[in-house]
């Protein structure tokens, strides 16, 4: 469930940030929290209780609570990191990969029912929902882990100064003296590991599975028609299926139209993809024809259909077999002068010898898809500048040795119009 907006605990409006928190968690969600202070362990109670696995980042310096942390690390329920320096000023919750909070609310009482804050709700077709995925991970990854003994330091400085406001400076002083100086630093990704663990990967891995099986209901009734569009040999029937479903939303859902249908299920379903089905077959589509299965197919294949041509792919090919990807093309409307434009920005934000890297991974590397992709998507070490989720799961569709389908923003919008409950992709 996603949050309506705007937060700034005001008693007329009722929009109380804890309020926010707890609509958001109706549902138990993975939830990810950095902020520089905290206090309010009741809060992470209640979503522990509601079935959530929380994970917490804090700075330790006045006001946050070793009271509070030590509560939470003796529940050995929530995994807690820190960082010491003033630098550390985030206020950010993540609510698995559909919603944010962003704002200037820290986890303390006065912050979330009190004070005058603003907070804002970031929902999954914003684009920046999965930066600051990214940013959350850069911060997990570089904060120290919160131990018994590194939280007893902290606790007996804070107990000298807690009466002491005027002396803060002094006690963080002395947290920078015992603990060191632990600050996010600006990420370099120049050096690609393997991740153990994409913190991300169990919200990717549903919400992927929302698209996957609703493609893969949508290919039992296509296959059922037994209606081949080009010929059983000329091309994947997944990257039929996506010229079907671009059919579909260029002439059935002008606009909005595919947010208007129903939700249905069944035979109702069935019986609406194959009024669809039976209108593709009957008009001529010389794009999927001649483009898709004469050009863009085979071109990708060449390209980046092996882990040696990718790695030895020069610079302009491998630009132009990623614009074969509609959601990766479709950037061009944001660059004045149009592809050529883009083209130049995006191996300019990119070194392209790590594109190919990352590429290869992603394509060819030997982890679990779901995994290739969350990291690709999340993770520090793997992400691209300008290439986003809706690019990789595109991609991925377009030449996995698993059989994935294509899934982006265009896809979701029919998975919907054809009654799907799914999360929309930007």
Not at 121 to 147: E, H, M
Not at 179 to 203: C, M
Not at 302 to 309: V, W
Not at 386 to 410: D, H, M, T
Request: hydrophobic residues 40%; proline residues 4%; aromatic residues 12%.
């Amino acid at each position: 469930m996603e949050a309506p907006g705007l937060y700034a605990n005001r008693n007329k409006y009722g929009d109380f940030v804890r309020n926010a928190i707890q609509m958001l968690t109706a549902t138990p969600s993975n939830v990810y929290i950095a902020v520089a202070f905290f206090t309010e362990a009741n809060v992470i109670d209640e979503l522990l209780a509601r079935g959530c696995k929380v994970r917490l980042i804090v700075r330790l310096g006045f006001p946050t609570s070793p009271t509070a942390l030590r509560r939470l690390l003796m529940g050995n329920q929530v995994e807690i990191r820190y960082f010491t320096a003033h630098s550390f000023h985030p206020k950010i919750y993540l609510f698995g990969d559909h919603t944010a909070l962003v704002g200037s609310a820290n986890l303390t009482r006065a912050a979330i029912l009190t004070n005058q804050e603003v907070v804002v709700s970031i929902g999954s077709d914003d684009p920046r929902l999965n930066d600051l995925a990214s940013l959350f991970a850069d911060y997990w990854g570089q904060a120290n882990v919160l131990t018994s003994k590194a939280l007893a330091d902290y606790a007996a400085i804070y107990s000298k100064f807690e009466k002491l406001q005027g002396e803060v400076d002094k006690l963080e002083n002395e947290v920078f003296e015992r603990l060191g100086s632990t600050a996010p630093s600006n990420i370099t990704r120049e050096k690609i590991t393997v991740s153990k663990q994409g913190i991300f990967l169990e919200d990717f891995r549903k919400t992927y599975q929302e698209g996957v099986n609703a493609f893969d209901a949508i290919r039992r009734v296509y296959e059922k028609t037994g209606y081949r569009k080009a010929g059983a040999g000329a091309i994947p029937i997944l990257i039929e299926i996506d010229s079907f479903i671009s059919f579909v939303r260029d002439r059935h859902t002008v606009g909005d139209a595919w947010n208007a249908t129903p939700l249905r299920s069944g035979e109702d379903q069935d019986r609406f993809i194959t009024e669809h089905i039976d209108a593709w077959r009957e008009t001529p589509w010389p794009h999927y024809e001649n483009e898709i299965v004469g050009k863009n197919y085979p071109l990708l294949v060449k390209t980046l259909g092996s882990e040696n041509a990718v790695k030895s792919v020069s610079d302009d090919d491998l630009f132009d077999a990623l614009a074969v990807l509609h959601s990766f093309h479709d950037r061009l409307r944001f660059f004045a002068g149009g592809l050529p434009t883009w083209k130049l920005h995006f191996l300019k934000a990119n070194d392209p010898e790590r594109v190919r890297q990352v590429l290869a991974y992603l394509l060819f590397g030997p982890s679990e898809i779901e995994v290739r992709m969350a990291n690709v998507i999340f993770e520090p070490d793997y992400k691209l500048n300008e290439f986003g989720r809706a690019n990789v799961q595109e991609l991925i569709g377009w030449l996995s040795k698993e059989g994935l389908p294509i899934i982006n923003g265009r896809t979701t919008k029919i998975f919907r119009y054809f009654g799907f409950d799914v999360r929309q992709l930007n």
